[in-house]
């Protein structure tokens, strides 16, 4: 069964630092790895979406890196800002057919401080 | 769009209860599914659809129960509720299943005494 893990759990920066967040996982066999951002109260909110075959995806000061040989994902945010105080979760889609297959790692609490 | 819903945000059941929670689309999503979120833990897949008709378990069904009569809605039906189920429900729904992202409910915080 894919395990998925996330550190640290979290993590506190100053406003303006770059941070890597990272994220692996057990089963090489992946269809896709989404990083989703979860605020207090709310549901998730996808930020990016990674195909296996794809090695990184970029959304404004949004990065994120895949190498499945390895078992890893990073999610780089650049010039933190309060705004981006949230639990940021990945999740990894299995190759094999069927909806039964999303794993999600457990999360890293980000707190930037102004 | 308003996207998924979800009601109620927040309920407190005692042991034994039952409740439905609701959840609702308005992307013509053929896909849906429900989880929980437990403190500290990853989420988990309770039970998911795709499409009107077809439901199938997924990785913690015990204790729930779903039904998927339009593209819409996928209640979830807890019966004889257990602290057990103490926990974040989220619904979320995708147009496919393969590299579609999901999109989620803001959640449903239910709490068994």
């Known amino acids: 069964k894919q395990e998925v893990t996330q550190i640290p759990a979290a993590l506190s920066v100053p406003e303006g630092e770059n941070l890597v967040l990272n994220c692996s996982f057990t089963?090489?066999?992946?269809?896709?790895l989404q990083w989703f951002r979860q605020d207090p109260g709310k549901g998730l909110t996808s930020l990016l979406l990674i195909q296996s075959s794809q090695r990184e995806q970029t959304s404004g000061r949004l990065n994120a890196s895949l190498d499945k040989s390895s078992g890893r994902s990073t999610l780089y945010i650049a010039a933190s800002q309060p705004g981006d105080s949230a639990t940021y979760l990945c999740?990894?889609?299995?190759?094999?057919?069927?909806?039964?297959?999303?794993?999600f790692g457990t999360g890293t609490r980000l707190t930037v401080i102004p | 769009n308003a996207g998924v819903t979800q009601t109620p945000k927040f309920r407190i059941l005692k042991i034994g209860q039952s409740m439905t929670l609701q959840c609702t689309q308005d992307?013509?999503?053929?896909?849906m599914y429900w989880y929980r979120q437990d403190p500290g833990m990853g989420l988990k897949l309770i039970y998911y659809?795709?499409?009107?008709?077809?439901?199938d378990k997924g990785e913690v069904p015990n204790g729930y129960n779903v039904s998927r009569s339009t593209t819409e809605d996928f209640p979830l039906r807890l019966e004889l509720a257990a602290p057990s189920q103490t926990s974040v429900y989220f619904c979320?729904?995708?147009?496919?299943?393969?590299?579609?992202?999901?999109?989620f409910g803001p959640g449903t915080r239910l709490l068994v005494l």
């Open positions: 089963d090489s066999a992946i269809y896709n």
């Open positions: 659809s795709v499409g009107a008709g077809i439901t």
């Open positions: 999740a990894v889609k299995g190759d094999q057919t069927g909806a039964n297959n999303l794993f």
């Open positions: 992307m013509n999503h053929n896909y």
């Open positions: 979320a729904s995708s147009y496919g299943d393969s590299q579609e992202t999901q999109y």
